[in-house]
């Protein structure tokens, strides 16, 4: 069993950054892939990045390719969301999973655990 909690968020004027947390705790991690998703109001869950925790490659959602990146603090089984250059359509609300495996996948059902969730909004 996995227990994913979120911390960061807020609200922020366009242009300007933020970094979310995602502390994972309750089981070895080293087998999972730790994804982010948003969901803004009246819209599908969004795939946003991944990684693979043992081997830290990433991957992105096109939305957000060049601005936000994937980190993870291996030691501290902690995964990091750094937003850059954000935008106003980046307003949502943020969620980290986990799933079990190595293989990436941009859809929320594949899935196993979930954060809480954490408000981003940025302003123009």
């Known amino acids: 069993q996995v227990q994913l909690v979120q911390s960061g968020g807020g609200l922020v004027q366009a242009g300007g950054s933020l970094r979310l947390s995602c502390a994972a705790s309750?089981?070895?991690?080293?087998?999972?892939?730790m994804g982010w998703f948003r969901q803004a109001p009246g819209k599908e869950r969004e795939f946003v990045a991944a990684?693979?925790?043992?081997?830290?490659?990433?991957a992105y959602g096109d939305s957000v390719k060049d601005r936000f990146t994937i980190i993870r603090d291996y030691a501290k089984n902690t995964g990091y969301l750094q937003m850059n250059s954000l935008k106003p359509e980046d307003t949502a609300v943020y969620y980290c999973a986990a799933r079990l495996g190595l293989a990436f996948s941009r859809t929320q059902y594949e899935y196993d655990y979930w954060g809480q969730g954490t408000q981003v909004t940025v302003s123009s």
């Open positions: 990684i693979r925790w043992t081997h830290g490659s990433t």
């Open positions: 309750g089981s070895t991690f080293s087998s999972y892939v």
